[in-house]
């Protein structure tokens, strides 16, 4: 089972950069990758999702801000958010899952807060 590892978060002001990156313990080549966040007080929710061969899907709130692409070279995944708002704060889970479209593996999730 692939171990997923998140890490790039931090204090940003409103209209700010940030990219995080998931670190995989083991080959991503086949696996569909997702970034998730959860808002203080709310349920964890899509924010961008990237297939095998580098398709994508965002949420509506972050189309045009956020972009999601893969290394499979480095098993790793990355969000570059840009034009950040407050409302974008919350925890950032990376996930996987397989070709059948079942998550294997979440990771610890990192913390973004952008002020306004």
């Known amino acids: 089972q692939v171990q997923l590892v998140e890490s790039g978060g931090g204090l940003v002001q409103a209209g700010g950069s940030l990219r995080l990156s998931c670190a995989a313990s083991?080959?991503?080549?086949?696996?569909?990758m997702g970034w998730y966040r959860q808002p203080p007080g709310k349920q964890r929710e899509l924010v961008a999702l990237?297939?095998?061969?580098?398709?994508?899907n965002y949420a509506d709130s972050v189309k045009g801000r956020f972009t999601i692409s893969r290394d499979n070279a480095k098993n790793t995944v990355y969000l570059q958010m840009n034009s950040l708002k407050p409302e974008d704060t919350a925890v950032y889970y990376c996930?996987?899952?397989?070709?059948?479209?079942?998550?294997?593996?979440w990771g610890q999730g990192t913390q973004v807060t952008v002020s306004s």
């Open positions: 996930n996987a899952e397989n070709r059948f479209r079942t998550v294997i593996s």
């Open positions: 083991g080959s991503i080549f086949e696996l569909y």
């Open positions: 990237i297939a095998t061969r580098g398709s994508t």
